[in-house]
């Protein structure tokens, strides 16, 4: 069904989002920057769940609220997650220095530093080789259906391999998991995924 808005309801809207994305971005510890995106984000959420809107079941500034702080939820979860396979907090270049240097991170290293070597990572021929060596050694380990899994993993979803008959998304998820930690006790860190896919 489709909604005809008046200027009063993209006021409602709006604000709603607003206040979401405010909440959001401070419960998150985000940057500043990083609040209209998240604001768009709710929005678009929210104006393609906007045709379910029915005025005989409540306002709607009360159906806005819901849909966003079920959107809110799903970002936060989402960033969580990311956040944990990164080993800790997002690091935004565009987030003040502190201790009174108001300039941005990106303008405080030098050219000649480069990002990856200010992060203290090393990307050379050689690490690539010795990340190599690592993966096919792990993978190695692993028994033929795992490897199959790893495998299908790369081309398919979750989704789609539950619907292929390789077990539940549930099953899988675990399953996934427990190759994740399998293959960290086997020397391959947190971007293992990267790599495999590199």
């Not at 969580?80 to 220095?97: K, N």
């Not at 390789?166 to 947190?190: C, E, H, V």
Request: aromatic share 6%; with cysteine; hydrophobic share 40%.
């Amino acid at each position: 069904m489709q909604i005809k808005l008046s200027p009063d309801h993209i006021h409602i809207i709006t604000s709603e989002a607003d206040l979401a994305a405010k909440r959001l971005q401070r419960r998150l510890g985000l940057p500043v920057c990083d609040r209209e995106d998240l604001r768009q984000d709710l929005l678009i959420d929210l104006l393609r769940r906007l045709p379910a809107y029915n005025a005989e079941r409540g306002s709607l500034g009360a159906f806005s609220g819901l849909i966003l702080r079920n959107q809110s939820s799903r970002i936060a979860m989402r960033i969580m997650r990311q956040r944990r396979a990164q080993g800790g907090g997002f690091l935004s270049l565009d987030a003040p220095m502190g201790g009174g240097d108001h300039r941005p991170m990106s303008e405080t290293i030098h050219e000649d530093e480069g990002l990856s070597t200010w992060l203290g990572q090393t990307v050379g021929d050689q690490t690539r080789a010795e990340d190599r060596q690592a993966l096919t050694i792990a993978l190695g380990h692993l028994p033929e259906s795992d490897l199959k899994f790893c495998t299908a993993l790369v081309s398919r979803s979750i989704a789609t391999l539950a619907r292929e008959g390789f077990g539940s998304r549930s099953a899988l998820y675990r399953r996934l998991s427990n190759l994740r930690f399998t293959l960290t006790a086997y020397g391959l860190g947190p971007a293992w995924d990267e790599l495999a896919a590199a």
